[in-house]
C-alpha cells in the first residue's frame, strides 16, 4: 500500500506534483510563495519545489529552449487569508481580476458563496485564489 508524506495510507489517488516552467525558476517560484504565504523549499536536482502544505508540491522548472504555454493554476485558500494575498499583490503592484479572462481589474469574484480573483505569474501562467471550490454538476 502506499503512504504519503504523512505515512498515512493513501487511499484515493491525489495529485503529488506537477512541473511548472519557468523562465526564471527563482522568480517565479517566489512570486507564488510571496502571495500565497508559502515558502521556497531547498532545490531537487533541476527542480525548486513550492509545498502547497495539502502534499501537492508545485516543481518550477527552468525552459529555456522554447516559449512557455501559459497554464491555469487554481489555489484553495483559507478565508481568512484572502485579503492578505489580495494586499500582497496590491504591495508588488499585481493587477488583479474578477474574471479567467482578466478584463474586470482590480475586483474579485464572489462565485459559490465564496471570493475569487485571477493574477498572472512571470511567465503568465493565469494564477487563481479561491475560498470556496467550483460546484460542478
Ligand atoms: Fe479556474
Redo the contacts with the bound molecule.
Keep these: 500500500m502506499p503512504y504519503d508524506q504523512h505515512q498515512q495510507p493513501v487511499t484515493a489517488v491525489q495529485l503529488n506534483h506537477t512541473n511548472v516552467y519557468a523562465t526564471d525558476q527563482r522568480l517565479s517560484a517566489e512570486f507564488i510563495a510571496e502571495v500565497l504565504g508559502l515558502k521556497v523549499s531547498a532545490p531537487a536536482g533541476p527542480f525548486l519545489p513550492v509545498d502547497l502544505g495539502n502534499g501537492v508540491t508545485l516543481d518550477y522548472y527552468e525552459k529555456r529552449d522554447e516559449p512557455i504555454q501559459a497554464q491555469?493554476y487554481?489555489f484553495l485558500v483559507p478565508d481568512d487569508q484572502f485579503d492578505a494575498m489580495i494586499a500582497r499583490l496590491d504591495a508588488i503592484r499585481v493587477t488583479y481580476y474578477a474574471d479567467?479572462r482578466l478584463t474586470d481589474a482590480g475586483r474579485i469574484n464572489h462565485l459559490f458563496g465564496g471570493r475569487g480573483a485571477?493574477f498572472t505569474d512571470p511567465d503568465g501562467h493565469?494564477m487563481?485564489i479561491?475560498t470556496r471550490p467550483?460546484i460542478r454538476r
Design positions: 491555469h487554481a479567467p485571477y493565469v487563481e479561491i467550483y
